[in-house]
């Protein structure tokens, strides 16, 4: 088994529907999916971090490469996330906080929101 680690984070800004605003971008290499659950408080405190030194955040964009829904991350950070004040204070502003599972080739494979 090869193991999950976090490939890059870049905070970027972007412009949207609702006007301009600025993206925290994570980008997951989920290895093996049987240990993602134990890899998220990695994630969480990384994005944690990036919101701390990025405070005019208001997007959040995960992608994963690998064999880990979307739907199945949103669920293990939820559980990881629980009780975890800062995290949810950092999530709040949120304007939107995705997840997307896709390919090598740019398959996008699904889809979830944190927010919901």
């Not at 970027?12 to 609702?18: A, K, S």
């Not at 290499?29 to 971090?49: G, M, N, Q, Y």
């Not at 992608?63 to 975890?84: P, T």
């Not at 800062?86 to 929101?113: C, F, N, R, W």
Request: negative net charge.
């Amino acid at each position: 088994m090869g193991t999950n680690e976090i490939s890059h984070i870049d905070v970027v800004d972007m412009e949207g529907d609702d006007g301009p605003g600025v993206a925290i971008t994570l980008a997951l290499d989920i290895a093996d999916p049987a240990t993602a659950a134990e890899f998220l408080p990695e994630v969480i405190e990384a994005f944690k971090i990036e919101c701390h030194d990025t405070p005019r955040a208001s997007i959040l964009l995960i992608s994963i490469l690998g064999d880990l829904s979307a739907e199945e991350f949103v669920r293990l950070w939820r559980a990881a996330g629980e009780g975890d004040e800062p995290l949810a204070g950092y999530l709040a502003p949120m304007k939107h906080a995705d997840v997307i599972q896709g390919t090598a080739e740019g398959k996008l494979v699904s889809s979830a929101s944190l927010l919901h």
